[in-house]
């Protein structure tokens, strides 16, 4: 059984920062690219970054370019999306995600491509 639970949502004022976790039990994240999406109110989840199975490419959106960073520590099972100047407009549901399948060659950013997703976690930036 794949579980995935997020941590680490809050309430911040913009320009802060906030780390989010994502432990995962039932499968290995150094063999499954994992992703993070949000999803703010009243408009669709959306993908925010991505990290391949082995964590040597990274994809973000542009919209979080320069501001987040995505890692992992594979001892622990556990990825993270280190959040800094956090805007108002960051302001949604986190969820991280597992790929469906392993060890692929090309990270994929898109939601149908992930097949296990964690319960999410809100993040809410205050002006």
């Known amino acids: 059984q794949v579980q995935l639970v997020e941590s680490g949502g809050g309430l911040v004022q913009a320009g802060g920062s906030l780390r989010l976790s994502c432990a995962a039990s039932?499968?290995?994240?150094?063999?499954?690219?994992m992703g993070w999406f949000r999803q703010a109110p009243g408009k669709e989840r959306e993908f925010v970054a991505a990290?391949?199975?082995?964590?040597?490419?990274?994809y973000y959106a542009d919209s979080v370019k320069g501001r987040f960073t995505m890692s992992k520590n594979n001892a622990k099972n556990t990825v993270y999306l280190q959040m800094n100047s956090l805007k108002p407009e960051d302001t949604a549901v986190y969820y991280c995600?597992?790929?469906?399948?392993?060890?692929?060659?090309?990270?994929?950013?898109?939601?149908?491509?992930?097949?296990?997703w964690g319960q999410g976690t809100q993040v809410t930036v205050s002006s």
């Open positions: 039932g499968r290995a994240v150094n063999r499954y690219a």
């Open positions: 990290s391949s199975w082995s964590g040597s490419s990274t």
């Open positions: 995600a597992t790929d469906r399948v392993s060890r692929r060659t090309v990270v994929r950013t898109t939601l149908n491509e992930y097949d296990y």
